[in-house]
């Protein structure tokens, strides 16, 4: 169990963390997701007692890091795969890590056989690549069969085979009970692994709640209705019980239903429709709308663009505005 | 592809509060895994030996030319003498300990697994301190091995019946240490290598010329404090002699250097217990 209460860091006259608060509990993987600067990795090192708060506290199983018994046996991270001593061997990293909390050299056997690491224990870690740096990060963070484990980033850079490597150990972690705190800044990753979302956006906590929570309360998707007799149809589908709204441009955005149904009532009602299309905002989306205002560097865009209001954010998978409207189109959005 | 399953290593054993002990057994893990320990240790001891050795035959050969004054002046710190240049690389060791884990990151991974930060200071320097004083110790008795006989063959009286003797040279590993601390101190203060490894020289190489330069008393007594001057002054044991540069008592060349130690190491301890890692 991980708790912050009201944390805070400032550097200067930028605050990194703002009057942060939230609980990280055991038994499911917990996503704590922001855009870059956000103050994630900030946040994770106030939490291993590496950077003091300016204000605020933060505690693991009710005490500061600094004051736990043996810290290896109650918390793992991986914070940085490179933040090792490039002329140490693997097996002599983990050894002078096991060493300073009393753990016998059986354990740095055991997580070197986890990660799959025999091969090039003996080998200098700075000849490592990516990936074998990252496994060896986190034969460290288990080094101590710890009941919490941060992961920092775990998946930037590494190959397929590793990132599902990565997703399916905290899977494991979490599921026997562990708590499981691993910072991203993509949605898509979390939606993959996370079971319970925190998310942070210029330092302040924008939303924490389970991840189905986020989903049903974020995924809007509608139908949109073109139709050269909208002010007929649309009160034909309110009556069905849907949610009708007429756009400026004289489209309609049906929600809580399906183009099919759609389809159906206007055929019934002999009215013609020009476009009868599926928009759905992904995760992704409705990260950065959430994060929209907090974002530290934006991309040189215009202002219109990416709008927060906007159901489809410029990016990938937006309908094609540009296409004409014709007959009936159902277009699913992949996201 | 490895098993993604856990059960496999789990730990039974009660969790123990970790001490001193463990900081201490991982800091000596630390100093024996990495080359550069290995590299620095044994260039200083040949480096001292050597020059040590070097300087020995040079003044056995020309001894005949040295002057009355000249002569009185060899003593035990003549048979170190090469540990002017063997306390530079101790020191190198002293900051290389601390700023290569600055450098690559392996601070924030060791004060993730030992985060009481001063227990973890002291070990750091006790375990340093300990190589150091073993290799100055080696350093020692290996230039008295080595560069004693062209002494004593002229006369010079170095037995180690003496206590002065003997003080001059277990001065040798005390000098060392303390320079290794200062570098160590540096490590922490600065968490660069090269930013620190140049204080150091600067401090020990070009401090002492400024000094010697100064006009006056004042330049005088500032030319017996800096470090390298009140370290070598550890290692005399004959009288000052009349019109040569005026140094510290062994004591007090000790006491100075002893001063210079921690008045890098007090910040450097206050500043690794307060600053973000």
């Known amino acids: ?335 | 592809m490895t098993a993604t399953t856990t059960r496999s290593f789990h730990m039974d054993a009660p969790i123990r509060r970790i001490t001193f002990r463990e900081a201490l057994d991982s800091e000596f893990a630390k100093i024996r895994s990495v080359r550069s320990t290995y590299w620095t240790l044994l260039i200083c001891v040949v480096l001292s030996v050597g020059i040590s050795l070097l300087i020995a035959a040079v003044t056995s050969a020309n001894w005949d030319t040295l002057s009355a004054t000249n002569r009185a002046t060899v003593d035990m710190s003549s048979v170190v003498a090469g540990v002017y240049f063997g306390v530079l690389v101790v020191g190198v060791l002293g900051v290389l300990v601390v700023s290569t884990e600055y450098g690559t990151g392996m601070m924030r991974t060791s004060l993730t697994a030992f985060p009481r930060r001063s227990v973890l200071f002291l070990a750091k320097a006790v375990v340093l301190t300990l190589v150091v004083l073993v290799t100055g110790i080696i350093i020692a008795f290996a230039s008295y091995g080595v560069a004693s006989p062209f002494y004593t063959k002229h006369g010079v009286d170095l037995s180690l019946s003496h206590g002065a003797n003997v003080r001059a040279l277990l001065a040798v590993p005390v000098y060392l240490a303390l320079v290794a601390l200062m570098g160590l101190a540096l490590g922490f203060l600065l968490r660069h290598t090269a930013a620190a490894i140049s204080t150091l020289v600067g401090l020990f190489f070009v401090v002492p010329i400024i000094t010697n330069f100064l006009p006056g008393t004042l330049g005088k007594d500032l030319n017996k404090i800096v470090p390298s001057n009140a370290g070598s002054a550890m290692m005399v044991t004959h009288a000052a002699t009349p019109g040569s540069t005026p140094t510290l008592s062994p004591i007090g060349g000790f006491v100075a250097l002893l001063i210079w130690t921690a008045l890098l190491i007090v910040p450097a301890f206050w500043f690794f217990r307060h600053r973000d890692a």
């Open chain 1, 1 to 335: 169990m991980i708790q912050a209460t009201e944390l805070t860091k400032r550097y200067g006259t930028r605050l990194a963390v703002d009057h942060a608060d939230f609980t990280v509990a055991p038994g499911k993987v917990t996503g704590f997701l922001g855009p870059n600067g956000a103050g994630k990795s900030t946040t994770m090192r106030m939490i291993l007692g590496l950077d003091r708060p300016t204000s605020g506290s933060v505690t693991i199983n009710g005490v500061p890091y600094h004051r736990l018994a043996a810290p290896l046996r109650e918390v793992g991270a991986l914070l940085d795969a490179k933040a090792v001593h490039g002329g140490r061997s693997a097996y002599n990293h983990l050894l002078v890590l096991a060493k300073a909390n009393g753990l016998p050299r059986s354990r740095v056997d055991a997580v070197i056989d986890l990660v799959g690491l025999h091969s090039v224990a003996g080998k200098r870690s700075g000849g490592f690549s990516l990936g074998m740096g990252q496994r060896l990060g986190i034969a460290a963070a288990l080094l101590g069969d710890p009941g919490i484990v941060m992961f920092d980033e775990p998946v930037n850079g590494l190959d397929p085979e590793g990132i599902l490597w990565i997703r399916n150990l905290m899977k494991a972690l979490a599921a026997e009970g562990r708590t499981v705190f691993v910072s991203s800044h993509l949605m898509s990753e979390m939606a993959l692994t996370a079971d319970h979302l925190v998310v942070i956006g210029l330092g302040r906590i924008l939303a924490d709640e389970p991840m189905a929570e986020f989903i049903a309360k974020n995924s809007v998707s509608y139908v949109r209705v073109r139709s050269p007799q909208p002010a007929e149809l649309a009160p034909k589908l309110a009556l069905r019980g849907w949610r009708v709204e007429r756009q400026p441009d004289e489209s309609l955005h049906v929600y809580d239903t399906q183009p099919a149904q759609i389809g159906d009532v206007a055929g019934a009602e002999g009215l013609w429709l020009h476009e009868l299309t599926l928009v759905q905002s992904s995760l992704e989306e409705a990260f950065m709308r959430l994060t929209a205002g907090s974002v530290e560097y934006h991309a040189g865009q215009s202002d219109d663009q990416g709008s927060p209001d906007g159901p489809a954010v410029a990016g990938w998978g937006t309908p094609l505005e540009s296409q004409a409207p014709q007959a009936p189109q159902v277009e699913e959005r992949i996201q």
